[in-house]
């Protein structure tokens, strides 16, 4: 049972009509809500996510927009097979609409939705552009007014898979990464502009002067409107065998901070108070670069801050930890809250049919939670009583 926030201590201590008259906005912005999650749908895709035979990677919501985006990567095993591409399903009552091909044959990786630059810049409230990490290293960039039209691909210039990406609206730069690169190349990351859709410059993270440090891989990034700085998780380099979160200057394209971390990151989100979440709970002060506590039970791939319930999910194999993303008054300790409805299936012993995931994203509107699944399909939670209606109803428009 969730631990009970001050409206409904106020409410049992006093039953008076301002107090029974509290907002909903004011109820659902608090960290710890009462409500169990309940899962309110299950939506299959054309591909049922299978594995082996296919699988996913990164997924994406755009709030502004009510849209979920995920990386399919197909199913082979299918007849016909299913090819690779991005599953679009809507978020008020969550539902799929269409899959967005791609050009290569190979499969999607990481994915981020923009708005205002690219095919029309000036328009901030249109559906945007996707931004899309293709196995054949190549990023490619979808006008979502016309998504099935031909995408424009921007070669990152290496021989594995283009992955995971964040975007940096103020200087609208793409930062991609290629994290599998080996002999003759290492691990980099790429900048490219989202509007002449050239490469501007990279970071090989290959241990020489001027460069990255040698690094095993590289993981998620996150961009910093505040500090102006792109934030990525390293898993490990020489440098930091337990990892490290490099601070990277856009315009400058040099790393100017790295973080020790404590667990190896992969998964990596910005927090309220600037402060960094990894996906094995490391919570890191921007300002002085240190790592001010650990959260315990989570250890994760993706995770996802959703500031609609001020909470971070964690993509782990076989469950989803919920953990409130802002301290408690009283202390600056960061905990579980929950755990989302669902048990995945362990790797060991191989089972009949896998059920694991390893990605999340979240609809801040309405809170709803989205949770693919191998073999299964999109799960989706929420802890909302009235699903994120509220005495105000949707801004956007109605799907």
Known sequence: MKPHNRFTVLIALAATTALLAITYAAYADGPDKLTPYKQIATVTVPSGLAFPGGGFDISWVDSATGRYYLADRGNSTANPPVPPGIDVITTKHPKFLYQIPLPNSGGTNGVVAIHGAGYDPDDEDGPGTLVVGGTDSNTYFIDLTHPFAAPIAVSTGGQKRADELAWDPKDQLILIANPDEVT???????????????????????????????????????????????????????????????????????????????????????????????????????????????????????????????????????????????????????SVIATLPWQGTPFTPPPPVFHFTHSVAADSVYDHVFVPVSNTGVLVFTDDNDYGKGPGGDSRQSE
């Open 184 to 334: 003759p190349n290492t691990p980099f990351v790429t900048f490219i502009s989202a509007v002449t859709h050239t490469v501007l410059g990279k970071i090989a993270y290959d241990g020489k002067p001027g460069d990255g440090p040698a690094a095993t891989g590289i993981e998620q990034p996150v961009w910093d409107g505040l500090k102006g700085a792109f934030y990525i998780a390293i898993p490990k380099t020489t440098a930091n065998a337990n990892g490290e979160v490099d601070e990277i200057n856009p315009t400058a394209r040099t790393i100017t901070r790295s973080f020790p971390t404590t667990c190896g990151p992969a998964g990596l989100a910005l927090i309220p108070g600037q402060r960094l979440i990894t996906s094995c709970g490391d919570v890191i002060d921007i300002a002085t670069g240190k790592v001010l506590t650990t959260v315990t039970g989570v250890a994760a791939d993706e995770i996802w801050y959703n500031p609609g319930d001020e909470r971070v999910y964690f993509g782990d194999f076989t469950s989803i930890p919920v953990v409130n993303g802002v301290p408690a008054a009283a202390s600056p300790q960061y």
